[in-house]
């Protein structure tokens, strides 16, 4: 069956990083658009989208609050997804979502804390 199981989060102090892996099975990964969602707290509204990598992972998109802070990349080989969060700010605090865009399957959540 689908399954697209998470490691990673944990706490950071402000301008610290964080590594997000995603390991996906049960469709073939390399044909599917992968993203990374956060949820933040107190936040009622949809999960938003952090970043999103196309299936080759030629061309990897962004939140304007994460650019040039953020990379996701992915190894097909492995059938992995990575979101590398650098410079890690309070308001990044939240719980992180890996998704396959391809079939809609989400991770289980991870829990990012930034805070002194």
């Known amino acids: 069956q689908v399954q697209v199981v998470q490691s990673g989060g944990g706490w950071a102090q402000p301008g610290g990083s964080l590594r997000l892996s995603c390991v996906a099975s049960g469709f073939t990964f390399s044909i599917a658009v992968m993203a990374w969602y956060r949820q933040l707290p107190g936040d009622k509204r949809e999960r938003e989208l952090v970043a999103s990598i196309t299936s080759s992972g030629a061309r990897a998109d962004y939140a304007e609050s994460v650019k040039g802070r953020f990379t996701i990349s992915r190894d097909n080989a492995k059938n992995m997804v990575f979101l590398d969060m650098n410079n890690l700010k309070p308001e990044d605090t939240g719980v992180y979502y890996c998704?396959?865009?391809?079939?809609?399957?989400w991770g289980q959540g991870a829990r990012v804390t930034v805070s002194s």
């Open positions: 998704k396959s865009e391809l079939n809609n399957s």
